[in-house]
């Protein structure tokens, strides 16, 4: 009982950072590169998580097994991350979050090959069908707004297939790590694939024009987008059922659009909406469809 309000708070921690993120990576870019945006916003990560470790008791390990896990990391926090910024620039933050929610169907696919995990059932395959149906809708709201919104799409696309196949990847490393050490790990050895990236496509700093909202959502997105979302997660993960944290990817989306209408003047089309209502509909359908078809053939054949 006594861990219950901590429960709570956590979960709606994780519902709250993880829909407003995209609007804080749009934000941060308003007046900033893009690169540099999350260069910056890895370093102070960096920063806080290096000075937490020792203050926490919690041990970076440096071996050969933590290394390869860093590695995969990278992946996703460098791969994704940075495809993310550059989407960011293309289309409405809320979009992003709705073509993040396809990580668990992507993650599963890649799962099949990496880790040999069984094949999709026929629940599943409908489901993938039913969000590829909610893509075509997006992408036709994105041609229709131009080739920069196509653009977007696509890059937020490879984002989300980097950031599901690091969190495979890592799955084959066999080390007992606590998250927190992962993820100061990932971070670290991303920093000079950001510099070397900032360097080349941009490499002015002009923080004379750097707006204070850009700075704010830096700042958030650092503290809270990449340390401390990422501890709470992680905390429910272990406290509740699978099927009870995945239900973020649902909430998370909505949450975005609507914060992305309101606070920074985004559309909501009618293909956008149809997009992201299948691409919800078919995230249910592969998170519990196969166990709701069980359920109703046991009551069937308990009758």
């Known amino acids: 009982m006594q861990l219950q309000p901590k429960i709570t708070f956590s979960y709606l921690a994780v519902v709250l950072i993880w829909s407003t993120t995209p609007l804080g990576i749009v934000w941060s870019s308003e007046s900033i590169h893009p690169v540099l945006a999350v260069m910056l916003r890895m370093c102070l990560a960096c920063v ?23 590695g995969y990391s990278v992946i996703g926090v460098y791969g994704g991350m940075m495809f993310s910024y550059l989407a960011a620039g293309y289309i409405p933050s809320g979009l992003i979050s709705v073509v993040f929610g396809l990580a668990p169907i992507i993650a599963g696919i890649a799962g099949q090959k990496i880790l040999g995990d069984a094949p999709f059932s026929k629940v599943r395959w ?24 196509l653009i977007g799409i696509v890059l937020v696309l490879i984002a989300v297939t980097l950031f599901s196949l690091s969190s495979v ?32 496509m941009d490499g002015q700093l002009n923080y004379t024009q750097w707006s204070s909202r850009s700075v ?36 998370t989306p909505v949450i975005a659009l609507l914060l992305g209408n309101q606070l920074n003047g985004e ?33 069937q054949n308990a009758l």
């Open 169 to 200: 990847m890592v799955k084959t490393v066999e080390i007992n790590i606590h998250p927190m050490a992962t993820t100061v790990g990932a971070v670290t050895l991303s920093l000079p694939l950001y510099f070397i990236s900032w360097y080349l």
């Open 216 to 251: 704010g959502a830096i700042v958030y997105l650092g503290l809270f987008g990449s340390l401390f979302g990422f501890i709470c997660y992680y905390f429910i993960l272990q406290k509740l059922a699978v099927s009870t944290v995945s239900l973020v990817t649902l909430i």
């Open 267 to 299: 559309t909501l089309s009618k293909d956008l909406l149809l997009g992201t209502a299948a691409i919800l509909l078919g995230l249910s359908l592969y998170l519990w469809g196969d166990h709701l078809g069980q359920k109703l053939v046991t009551s």
């Open 126 to 149: 409908f489901a993938l069908i039913v969000c590829l149906l909610g893509l075509a809708f997006i992408f036709r709201d994105a041609l229709n707004n131009g080739h920069n919104n």
């Open 48 to 70: 806080i998580g290096l000075l937490l470790l020792p203050t926490l008791g919690i041990r970076l390990p440096v071996n050969k097994n933590a290394l390869q896990l860093y």
